[in-house]
């Protein structure tokens, strides 16, 4: 099976920063890969599919990039309500596997 | 408006059995492929089952055998049967649509969450 492995685990960060976290996956996946947003206590929300096409409604202050096996979720400008776990995941087969998460704190 | 509502939140022995129901509303059921998706209390996603729109189906390797995924187009609701419990299926459990009607799309709709509980 596909493994896939996000870095960091968590980060902190200020408000305004540049904000990246990466995405690995051990065999290529072409672009098939999804970030969500789960902020605390609720629901997972999908930010980002196809590596770089942002779901709609999401701030453009995200964005995803990447293709094959490396992939980044990059937020420009970090803001307080960014607060949250974000899961990267792969949906090119079974299992469609998720990474296992970055926190993000302010 | 797209809503997905989970039900069947209970406590049961190790060793039980659970049925999950996730009722959909506000698009074509039938058309879409449905995902279930669980977290364990304080720990990240994991990907458990999906049936596509025509009733195939995929489980995780750590629930082959004990759950079943099932659709009811006509009641645009999805089903989880969950036997032989084991205290590491503890969590909430999302259903999830996929973006299409295969099983190779983004989730993007979740359901609110249903907490399932295995203990003595």
């Known amino acids: 099976d596909i493994q896939m492995t996000q870095s960091p685990s968590s980060l902190s960060a200020s408000v305004g920063d540049r904000v990246t976290i990466t995405c690995r996956a051990s065999?290529?996946?072409?672009?098939?890969l999804a970030w969500y947003q789960q902020k605390p206590g609720k629901v997972p929300k999908l930010l980002i599919y196809?590596?770089?096409t942002l779901q709609s409604g999401v701030p453009s202050r995200f964005s995803g990039s990447g293709s094959g096996t490396d992939f980044t979720l990059t937020i420009s400008s970090l803001q307080p309500e960014d607060v949250a776990t974000y899961y990267c995941?792969?949906?090119?087969?079974?299992?469609?596997?998720f990474g296992h998460g970055t926190k993000v704190e302010i | 408006e797209v809503q997905l509502v989970e039900s069947g939140e209970g406590l049961v022995q190790p060793g039980g059995s659970l049925r999950l129901s996730c009722t959909a509303s506000?698009?074509?059921?039938?058309?879409?492929?449905m995902h279930w998706v669980r977290q364990a209390p304080g720990k990240g996603l994991e990907y458990v089952s999906a049936?596509?729109?025509?009733?195939?189906?995929y489980y995780v390797d750590s629930v082959k055998g004990r759950f079943t995924i099932s659709r009811d187009n006509s009641k645009n609701t999805l089903f989880l049967q969950m036997g032989s419990l084991r205290t590491e299926d503890m969590g909430v459990y999302y259903c999830?649509?996929?973006?299409?009607?295969?099983?190779?799309?983004?989730?993007?709709?979740w359901g609110q969450g249903t907490l399932v509980t295995v203990s003595s």
């Open positions: 999830a649509r996929g973006s299409d009607s295969g099983g190779n799309a983004p989730l993007d709709y």
């Open positions: 506000g698009f074509t059921f039938s058309n879409y492929a």
């Open positions: 049936v596509n729109h025509n009733g195939g189906t």
């Open positions: 065999q290529g996946i072409f672009n098939y």
């Open positions: 196809a590596a770089s």
């Open positions: 995941q792969k949906y090119n087969s079974a299992p469609r596997t």
